[in-house]
C-alpha cells in the first residue's frame, strides 16, 4: 500500500512562481514513474510532467520551458517546480505514482494517486 500527499498548492499572480510537493510512503517498488497531472473545472485531466526512477523527463508542450519535474529517491518525493505561470495553469494538481512503469509488469490499475492542491494563477 502506498500514500501519496501533495502540498505547495496556493494563489499567486502571472508571472510567478510555485513549487509543488508530492511524498510517497509504504511499499514503493523502485522501478516506477511519478507523473504531475492538472485538472482544470470543465476540462479533462491532463498530463503535465512525469519521471522515471531513472531520471527521464517528459513535459507537455504547454508547460515545456517553464515548468520543471524532479525527484529525491531517498525521500520519495516528486517536486513540480512552475515559473512564469499563466492563468490557465490554474487548475488541481494531482500526483500519481505508476510502479513498475517501463516494465511488462506494469499495470494501470496498480497506479496510486495523491489527493490533489489546488493551483491559482490570478491575471
Known amino acids: 500500500q502506498v500514500q501519496l500527499v501533495e502540498s505547495g498548492g496556493g494563489l499567486v499572480q502571472a508571472g510567478g512562481s510555485l513549487r509543488l510537493s508530492c511524498a510517497a510512503s509504504g511499499s514503493i517498488v523502485s522501478i516506477n514513474a511519478m507523473v504531475w497531472y492538472r485538472q482544470a473545472p470543465g476540462k479533462q485531466r491532463e498530463l503535465v510532467a512525469s519521471i522515471t526512477s531513472g531520471g527521464n523527463t517528459n513535459y507537455a508542450d504547454s508547460v515545456k520551458g517553464r515548468f520543471t519535474i524532479s525527484r529525491d529517491n531517498a525521500k520519495n518525493t516528486v517536486y513540480l517546480q512552475m515559473n512564469s505561470l499563466k492563468p490557465e495553469d490554474t487548475a488541481v494538481y494531482y500526483c500519481?505514482?505508476?510502479?513498475?512503469?517501463?516494465?511488462?509488469?506494469?499495470?494501470?490499475?496498480?497506479?496510486?494517486w495523491g489527493q490533489g492542491t489546488q493551483v491559482t494563477v490570478s491575471s
Open positions: 500519481k505514482l505508476s510502479p513498475l512503469y517501463g516494465t511488462i509488469w506494469y499495470r494501470p490499475e496498480n497506479d496510486y
